[in-house]
């Protein structure tokens, strides 16, 4: 039973450029939450997805940000236009349907802007 | 105020001692707490949750609750060169709640 996948595990992308994450839950798992985590500080909640729903992105910022869970295929953090602030490692969690079950952490993506 | 907060460390301990990390939350909401360790590069792992005050053993690992005061803490016995890690505290507001709120965590060093 594979894991959370995510990919790509290191991104470099340069100021201005898109960047897209990919994250497939475990088998079984139908909720998604993306966290970003930057240098010395600790995860910070970005999003929560279900299926085609996004649930609660009260974590994302408000430009430049968005996140999609759809029917078929791997939900997808996509950041246009970016910065240097940016660069971060962004990690995917998913989790059953059941409610206060415990989220399981891909190996996350690495992303550098230069 | 941070919502959680962790010593940063290091916290260095020879091996086969007791490492001792400790946690504390502003939300007095928080109902469930969680503490993940993550090695250097990699994703982080669950490896305990505790949701009523008191002591919870699994293994080496000890969680201790006191909601009064708003803390957790994590115990590991006869620490082993392999628990070298960053120790992450994360909560809650309920059980079924799924964001977790994490500290910067604690990074723990054992000396062989």
């Known amino acids: 039973n594979a894991g959370v996948m995510q990919n790509p595990r290191h991104l470099v992308r340069r100021r201005g450029q898109e960047a897209r994450l990919r994250c497939s839950p475990m088998k079984g798992h139908s909720h998604v939450y993306w966290y970003r985590q930057l240098p010395e500080e600790g995860l910070k909640f970005m999003v929560y997805?279900?299926?085609?729903?996004?649930?609660?992105e009260s974590g994302m910022p408000k430009e430049r940000f968005s996140a999609e869970f759809p029917k078929e295929g791997p939900s997808i953090l996509r950041i246009q236009q970016v910065v240097r602030g940016d660069s971060a490692a962004y990690f995917c969690?998913?989790?059953?349907?059941?409610?206060?079950?415990?989220?399981?952490f891909g190996q996350g993506t690495r992303l550098t802007v230069v | 105020q941070k919502e959680v907060e962790q010593n940063s460390g290091p916290l260095s301990v020879p091996e086969g001692a007791i490492a001792s990390l400790n946690c504390t939350y502003s939300d007095r909401g928080s109902q469930s707490f969680f503490w993940y360790r993550q090695y250097s590069g990699k994703s982080p792992e669950l490896i305990m949750f505790i949701y009523s005050n008191g002591d919870k053993e699994d293994g080496r690992f000890t969680a201790q609750l006191n909601k009064a005061s708003q803390y957790v803490s994590l115990l590991i016995r006869d620490s082993q060169p392999s628990d070298s890690a960053t120790y992450l505290c994360a909560v809650t507001r309920s059980s079924n709640d799924y964001k977790l709120s994490f500290g910067a965590g604690t990074t723990v060093t054992v000396r062989a």
């Open positions: 969690a998913s989790s059953p349907p059941r409610q206060g079950t415990e989220a399981f």
């Open positions: 997805l279900q299926k085609e729903n996004i649930i609660d």
